[in-house]
Each structure stands twice: as C-alpha cells, then as structure tokens.
C-alpha cells in the first residue's frame, strides 16, 4: 500500500524559509513524477512545483525564484526549499506522486505571518 508523508510545515515570518519533507513507502519501482501542491482557505488545490523521474522540474509562476523541488529517488523522498516566504503562500502543501496512479499526501500547514 502506498502511503505519503509529509513534515518539515510551521509558522514562519515573511521572508523567512522552510523545508517540507515527503517520504512515499510502499514502493517497489522508480517513481515517475513527484511534486507538491497547496490548497490555502477558500481557494483550489494548485500545483507548486513537480519534479521528473530524470530530474525535469516545472514551477508555478507564483514561487519561480523562490521554491526548490528536489528528490532523493532512493529513499522515495521529494523535498520543497521554500525561500523569501510571502503571506500569500500560507496554505495546506500536499506532496503527490504518479505511480501508476496518483496518491497523495495528507498535507502539512505553512502558515507565513506579515
């Protein structure tokens, strides 16, 4: 069974960083795509950053600058440096993976106080 876990969420002034953690167990071959997503109040689940099985990333416009998707594909981990932090990227991040099918994650709270 697959299963994501997420860490590393928190409260963090504005310009302040943070690192999310995700390890996905359950897995017995190469992960194709990794990412992360945020979900913040009254808004939909967009995309932040994902992050290929040879390396390719994509970023939102919202972070570009300032975000940094990373994996470790041993140890089936996904990682999201989050830099020069704004109130605006207060939100629940969720870490998914396609593997077949989509899993995700059951979120972690970044909160960024002004």
């Known amino acids: 069974q697959v299963q994501l876990v997420e860490s590393g969420g928190g409260l963090v002034q504005a310009g302040g960083s943070l690192r999310l953690s995700c390890t996905a167990s359950?897995?017995?071959?190469?992960?194709?795509?990794m990412g992360w997503y945020r979900q913040a109040p009254g808004k939909q689940r967009e995309m932040v950053a994902t992050?290929?099985?040879?390396?390719?990333?994509a970023y939102s416009e919202s972070v570009k600058g300032r975000f940094t998707i990373s994996r470790d594909g041993a140890e089936n981990m996904v990682y999201l440096q989050g830099n020069s932090l704004k109130p605006e990227d207060t939100a629940v991040y969720y870490c998914?993976?396609?593997?077949?099918?989509?899993?995700w994650g059951q979120g972690t709270q970044v909160t960024v106080s002004s």
């Open positions: 998914y993976i396609y593997y077949g099918l989509t899993y």
């Open positions: 992050i290929s099985r040879s390396g390719s990333t």
């Open positions: 359950g897995i017995t071959n190469s992960i194709n795509i």
